[in-house]
């Protein structure tokens, strides 16, 4: 499901959308970035997949927000993984939360960038207590060093 910096990438044929605060394609982050401007920084929506770039200090309240939200009830988290971009890219890092709301079926992707001087990111396990399994697994498999 994510493999890089270009993850995003449409089908051939297909345009992805960026959008900054303004407007995005999902009313679940229009309504999270209406409510919190600063919490999320990009919206793509590609394969009818959103992904919400979030500030590393923001990611325990997002994560929070959306899970306790009657409207988004994102109760699951579905997988966090680590990904290096490469050498070349800049911020090399990123760390995905793949989110699942088991009541609305709805799905949402938050990304958190980070240089290779600071791969800290605030954990999650407040939120969802699994997280720290996800997060020893990613971070043992990739030896990334990313410490939540």
């Known amino acids: 499901m994510t493999n890089g910096a270009d993850n995003e990438q449409a089908l ?28 999320i920084t990009e919206v793509r929506e590609a394969y009818g997949e959103i992904t919400a770039m979030v500030p590393r200090e923001h990611i325990q309240a997002v994560c929070s927000q959306l899970k306790n939200s009657p409207e988004a009830r994102f109760d699951f988290l579905a997988d ?28 949402v992707r938050l990304k958190v960038l980070l240089t290779e001087d600071d791969l800290h990111v605030p954990t999650v396990t407040n939120v969802w207590r699994t997280a720290n399994w996800h997060g020893l697994i990613s971070s043992a498999s990739f030896s990334m060093g990313i410490r939540t």
């Open 12 to 39: 051939p044929g297909q345009t992805p959308t960026t959008s900054t605060q303004n407007s995005t394609p999902s009313p679940l982050v229009t309504a999270l970035q209406r409510e919190h401007p600063d919490w």
């Open 80 to 107: 966090l993984c680590g990904v290096d971009r490469g050498p070349e890219e800049e911020p090399r890092f990123e760390v995905n939360y793949h989110l699942f709301s088991t009541t609305t079926h709805h799905r």
